[in-house]
T-cell receptor
Framework: DTGVSQNPRHKITKRGQNVTFRCDPI?????LYWYRQTLGQGPEFLTY????????KSRLLSDRFSAERPKGSFSTLEIQRTEQGDSAMYLC??????????????FGPGTRLTVL | GENVEQHPSTLSVQEGDSAVIKCTYS??????FPWYKQELGKGPQLIID?????GEKKDQRIAVTLNKTAKHFSLHITETQPEDSAVYFC?????????????FGAGTRLAVHP
């Protein structure tokens, strides 16, 4: 399978716990995005990486959130001290930035987080 | 910043009918408009996109139109089939220097009844 993969697919945690999600982009894609999607809404941008550099973070990404892409391949998103408001689907997307490309983004299946 | 409004929020059609979903955007600099289909429990799937240098694009039963002056774009699905039932999202983006942050609409839940 050459698509974007995310693990785990589902995560249930108690308020106050830390959680970490992983995203494996399409191989050779140099850009990786994280989005958050709440019920009945479209995805909202959180942050993105160009190779290993994190180039932009949304104001939605509080200090409790941290994302990494250490070798420019897979990425992790960690949420510390989870709150019930963090319950959402966390989506990862990847794209290949190249001349004459409009940077089509391909999404993974998402990780659904439930904070009790 | 960019804001995208999408309507209707729900759409119910009979199999074989056409479906139209409309979106408006606020930032006249936006130049890339993708449409995604999301089925239950899955991530959004890119189904078609349009750049600001064209007014219409077609791919089999799916077409997208763009009116830059009015800042709106639409998705047209003809000869709908039950497997078209899903949530559809429009998005807008300014593509500049290889960067584009997608701003999504709230989605349209399409139900195609046999």
């Amino acid at each position: 399978d050459t698509g974007v993969s995310q693990n785990p697919r589902h995560k249930i945690t108690k308020r106050g716990q830390n959680v970490t999600f992983r995203c494996d982009p399409i191989s050779e894609h140099n850009r990786l995005y994280w989005y958050r999607q709440t019920l009945g809404q479209g995805p909202e941008f959180l942050t993105y990486f160009q190779n290993e550099a994190q180039l932009e973070k949304s104001r939605l990404l509080s200090d409790r959130f941290s994302a990494e892409r250490p070798k420019g391949s897979f990425s992790t998103l960690e949420i510390q001290r989870t709150e019930q408001g963090d319950s959402a689907m966390y989506l990862c997307a990847s794209s290949l930035v190249a001349p004459s490309s409009y940077n089509e983004q391909f999404f993974g299946p998402g990780t659904r987080l439930t904070v009790l | 910043g960019e804001n995208v409004e999408q309507h209707p929020s729900t759409l119910s059609v009979q199999e074989g009918d056409s479906a139209v979903i409309k979106c408006t955007y606020s930032d006249s600099a936006s130049n890339y408009f993708p449409w995604y289909k999301q089925e239950l429990g899955k991530g959004p799937q890119l189904i078609i996109d349009i750049r600001s240098n064209v007014g219409e694009k077609k791919d089999q039963r799916i077409a997208v139109t763009l009116n830059k002056t009015a800042k709106h774009f639409s998705l047209h699905i003809t000869e709908t089939q039950p497997e078209d039932s899903a949530v559809y999202f429009c998005a807008a983006s300014l593509f500049s220097g290889g960067y584009n942050k997608l701003i999504f609409g709230a989605g349209t839940r399409l139900a195609v009844h046999p």
